[in-house]
């Protein structure tokens, strides 16, 4: 093997065998290379789950979506596909950061099934509970236009002044 003589370091001279340092040099760049390749990795299999959760939250959004457009038609327009992906988005980082355990274990919490099976329930009571005030106040409308006078209502009705005791 051949030596060179490299510049003398802390005074004495430094041999190296030729060949060696590009050796180093050459597993210092795979190091380098295969470091930025798994962290690349990890990247990429960090965007691909968030992708995967973001794609479960969406489905899950979709039926919120259609349970409440069914309900309220106005709210239709509301709920149109950028909204949900961003809810979707937000439902899947918070999943992360709060550990939820994914849409599945949220979708099948008992407290879920619960809000699902109570909704329409509210929103018929809601809806009959107005509907019977609004009822209400046309009949007490209606009574009001019927009151007695006590006086002749043909005589009222043909502007002449009403006749007492007649």
């Given at each position: 093997?051949?030596?060179?003589?490299?510049?003398?370091q802390?005074?004495?001279?430094?041999?190296?065998?030729?060949?060696?340092?590009?050796?180093?040099?050459?597993?210092?760049?795979?190091?380098?290379?295969?470091?930025?390749?798994?962290?690349a990795?990890?990247?990429a299999?960090?965007?691909?789950?968030?992708?995967?959760?973001?794609?479960?939250?969406?489905?899950?959004?979709?039926?919120?979506?259609?349970?409440?457009?069914?309900?309220?038609?106005?709210?239709?327009?509301?709920?149109?596909?950028?909204?949900?992906?961003?809810?979707?988005?937000?439902?899947a980082?918070c999943?992360?950061?709060?550990?939820?355990?994914?849409?599945?274990?949220?979708?099948?919490h008992?407290?879920?099934?619960?809000?699902?099976?109570?909704?329409?329930?509210?929103?018929?009571?809601?809806?009959?509970?107005?509907?019977?005030?609004?009822?209400?106040?046309?009949?007490?409308?209606?009574?009001?236009?019927?009151?007695?006078?006590?006086?002749?209502?043909?005589?009222?009705?043909?502007?002449?002044?009403?006749?007492?005791?007649?």
């Amino acid at each position: 093997m051949q030596t060179i003589e490299k510049q003398p370091q802390d005074g004495q001279p430094a041999l190296e065998f030729a060949g060696l340092s590009s050796i180093a040099d050459e597993e210092a760049a795979e190091t380098v290379q295969l470091e930025a390749e798994a962290q690349a990795g990890q990247q990429a299999e960090a965007e691909a789950r968030a992708e995967d959760a973001t794609a479960g939250w969406l489905q899950a959004v979709d039926v919120a979506g259609e349970i409440i457009s069914a309900t309220w038609q106005s709210a239709r327009p509301v709920w149109n596909p950028p909204a949900k992906e961003r809810l979707a988005s937000a439902l899947a980082h918070c999943d992360e950061v709060y550990g939820w355990g994914g849409v599945g274990a949220i979708m099948s919490h008992p407290l879920l099934g619960l809000a699902f099976a109570a909704f329409p329930l509210v929103v018929g009571t809601a809806k009959a509970v107005a509907e019977e005030r609004r009822q209400a106040a046309v009949d007490v409308e209606a009574r009001e236009v019927v009151k007695p006078n006590g006086g002749d209502p043909m005589a009222a009705a043909a502007g002449a002044p009403a006749e007492q005791g007649a």
